[in-house]
């Protein structure tokens, strides 16, 4: 029996078309949400299936890292034993938990959205050495891009490594409106670990500068009085996160992006909005080079004039097409060696 693990909601969005694609396929197969994201669950329960398993205990406001990794592993080994391969996606706390608590269980590791890098273990923290470990960890790599092939390659990572492309394309496919859409607003998402402090308090002075209504996507990790003591501006809108379906309305009607997310890089692509990446360094470098995206660290006013410059009505989607349905493919395969 397989098992589809997820914890966070960028797991949840970029598996959901890989469960509706694994019941497609009459594919054998089990869920298990490990609670890292608890309260965000309820968010998706009409997204996707309810979980087989809900591990439990996992999460509690101010932990470690350590302390949540050490709860996953245990919390896996208790069911372990009903399975053969496990499937994680990305590279958060709760992929890496349990991708090594399925290794030392002799279980199959799936990675899918294997191979992205920075290059930086530091830069995004933790995220890149959650990366390198799953690698480590798994048989099977499913990648986004070409350039996440090469990155595996490098590591000297070659066998059961596959081009795919990002299952997110998968989700806009089934979920975006095709309507035309002509809103004047900034969409705004800044949450990093390695920009809080100083950086965040000079992203948001820059936004203050701004002149154009700002719809701000709060983060829970970052108390209420710090948005409340920095934000100023009459043109910013804070707004509490949203469900996903109400994101990808945000997302398809903003004038642009402004983010240090990873997986809205994706996203603007998808939604064809470009974006400013408040980063150091990105492991999306495709999204730069098709011109969507541009890397500016806590450089956002100096840049924002990149919103003007059209995008070349010729780009093609780098990361893919029908992507479950390839991974689903692969699967089948490898169910009938």
């Known amino acids: 029996m ?148 090469e990155n595996l390659q490098s590591e000297n990572i070659t066998n059961h490594v596959y081009n795919v492309g990002n299952t997110i394309v998968d989700v806009y496919r089934d979920y975006i409106s ?47 009085n710090f948005y409340k003591q920095h934000v100023k501006s009459k043109y910013i809108q804070l707004i509490e996160p949203v469900n996903y379906l109400k994101m990808i309305e945000l997302i398809q009607n903003c004038k642009g992006i402004i983010s240090d997310s990873g997986g809205l890089q994706e996203e603007a692509v998808c939604a064809n909005k470009k974006i400013l990446i408040c980063r150091e360094s990105t492991e999306r470098e495709e999204t730069i080079e098709c011109g969507i995206g541009k890397l500016v660290n806590d450089q956002i006013y100096e840049n924002i004039n990149f919103f003007d410059q059209p995008i070349d009505s010729n780009i093609k989607n780098p990361y893919g097409e029908n992507v479950s349905e390839k991974i689903s493919n692969i699967v089948k395969g490898i169910n009938e060696k």
């Open 178 to 224: 095709n309507s035309e859409t002509n809103s004047n607003y900034f969409l705004v998402s800044l949450h990093r670990r390695e920009n809080r402090g100083s950086k965040m308090i000079s992203m948001i002075e820059q936004l203050n500068q701004i002149q154009n209504k700002i719809i701000y996507i709060t983060h829970p990790s970052i108390d209420t």
């Open 2 to 149: 397989k098992l589809i693990c997820y914890g966070t909601r960028p797991e949840i969005i970029k598996l959901n078309p890989v469960i509706k694609s694994f019941q497609k396929n009459n594919i054998p197969f089990q869920t298990c949400f490990t609670s890292q994201h608890k309260t965000l669950f309820k968010d998706f329960q009409n997204f996707i299936p309810e979980p087989d398993i809900v591990l439990k205990n996992v999460f509690f406001e101010g932990q470690s890292i350590n302390q949540m990794l050490s709860k996953i592993i245990s919390e896996f080994d208790v069911i372990s034993k009903s399975f053969t391969d496990v499937f994680v996606q990305g590279d958060t706390s709760s992929a890496v938990g349990i991708a090594l608590a399925a290794f030392n269980s002799k279980i199959r590791v799936h990675h899918i959205e294997a191979g992205l890098r920075t290059h930086n273990r530091k830069s995004p923290f933790p995220e890149e050495m959650n990366r390198l470990l799953i690698a480590q960890c798994a048989d099977y790599h499913y990648c986004p891009t070409e350039k996440a092939v």
